[in-house]
């Protein structure tokens, strides 16, 4: 009797000890993911910053585009023949010198 008592009382220790490390997982778990979700917040919060950022500066450019398209004299005037457009140049000219690109 007194064996079975003493296994008992292991049993008993053993299942206390093993709820305790359980118990442990559970808050570290826990604690993982709310250091996890304060991150996303910050991480979204930024996101959502530089949405707004690049947002304005989209309005800022198309307003640039809309206000410059009446004055533009590239739009306004006929394309050219396609001959000056894939006329040869010289590697040292740089595509932007053509007068079709200077207002």
Do not use: G, W
């Not at 979204?44 to 009446?70: C, D, G, V, W, Y």
């Amino acid at each position: 009797d007194s064996s079975d008592d003493m296994r008992k009382v292991q049993r008993r220790e053993k299942n206390r000890i093993a709820a305790q490390k359980s118990r442990l997982r559970q808050t570290q778990k826990a604690d993982t993911l709310h250091l996890e979700s304060e991150d996303l917040e910050r991480q979204n919060a930024a996101l959502r910053r530089e949405i707004k950022q690049l947002t304005e500066e989209m309005k800022h450019f198309a307003s640039m585009l809309s206000s410059h398209e009446p004055l533009c004299s590239i739009l306004t005037s006929p394309p050219p023949p396609p001959e000056v457009l894939y006329a040869t140049h010289s590697f040292h000219q740089p595509h932007i010198s053509s007068p079709r690109f200077q207002h």
